[in-house]
């Protein structure tokens, strides 16, 4: 990637390609998931940080109800699509990276907002990590596209609304059936804290979550592993869930508690059984790790985090051998707790490390990978850090 911010990126090669400057420049920031995997889309509980890495969107209007789209891709060259017209929208119409952008465009036509737009794309969010790259470039280009209309100053409320926005457009335009974890973080989430998000409820709490403060640092462990969430693995697993929870009776697997899982899995078929039990432990773990971060225990939620990754593993089964390894080597070498975050099948594994032992735990996990002939991770250190925003 060209040096210089990703807001900076996104105004030089705005300038580059239409020979002005933007109106305005916006980010969106990729996420740590620090607890409550897939218990999105079964209307539970989630644990989302914002990451300092962001998707920026320098943005234009244009007269003609066309759209332009543009992004800057790790070489520094920018990779132009043929602008298309708002109406001729669709899903399938653009693809690969340019449909997350159309896709926001398109949803947001429902709400009157169909204005044609020059928008440009750069950022650092490192793609098919499991950081939610896709959720920070819809996000961006949400706000981008209400910025063009003079909307830049969202409340609470509405940037709720906008994250769900965001996901329509995953879902019903790109075709991934995510849950509104990803853009809620994206939107939502606040410089030192992580987002508690009932998601059945909508109600959010901002929990402060210094780390640092208390000697320790959340670990990113990129493997580098590809994965597509848009693959039929992810959509087995939502569509199983949701099958349970017709078999039972229920709107959504959150209505099962810890006290009544086992009879609601004597009830279901065999495959369905560790589906259940993960989403529903899976609930507790995150309200056992926000009643720690309330209290200023950080360091406690580290047997959490291992619970959660042996229940991804074993029970939802998407995690991949180099998601163990990073995990398993982590924990040997110190770490008080490790575990996959998003959705799986590759991408990255967090570890809770002091920091004191965070060279050890970094050493160990990057000799691990290299002795069993694997690409060498991606290493660094997560901070909690402020949602989407104008940055120009």
Known sequence: MTAGHPS???????????????????????????????????????????LPHRLAVAAAPRDDRMLSLATVGSDGRVQSEEPIGLDELKPGNPEDWAAYPAGVAWVLREYGIDRGADLVIAGDVPTGAGLSSSAAIECASAIALLGLTGEDDQDAERRAEIARWCQRAENEFVGVPTGVLDQTASMCCVEGHVLF?????????????????????????????????????????????????????LDALRDVTPETMDEALRRLPEDLVPLVRHVVTENARVLEAVEHLRRGRIADIGPVLDASHVSMRDDYRISCPELDLAVDTARTAGALGARMTGGGFGGSAI???????????????????ETAGYRAPRLFVAVPSAGAGRDA
């Open 8 to 50: 900076e990126i996104a105004a030089r090669a705005f300038r580059s390609v239409h020979g002005t400057p933007p109106t305005g420049v916006w980010s969106a920031p990729g996420r740590v998931n620090l607890i409550g995997e897939h218990t999105d889309y079964n209307d539970g509980f989630v644990l989302p940080f914002a």
């Open 351 to 369: 570890a809770l490390v002091r920091e004191s032992d965070r060279h050890a735990v970094e050493t160990a996990v990057t000799t691990a990978f």
């Open 197 to 249: 998000l009932d998601v059945r409820s909508g109600h959010t709490e901002q929990v402060p979550f210094n780390a640092a403060g208390a000697g320790l640092s959340v670990l990113v462990i990129d493997t580098r592993v590809k994965h597509s969430l848009g693959g039929s693995e992810y959509g087995d697993r939502r569509e199983g869930t949701e099958k349970a929870a017709r078999l039972l009776g």
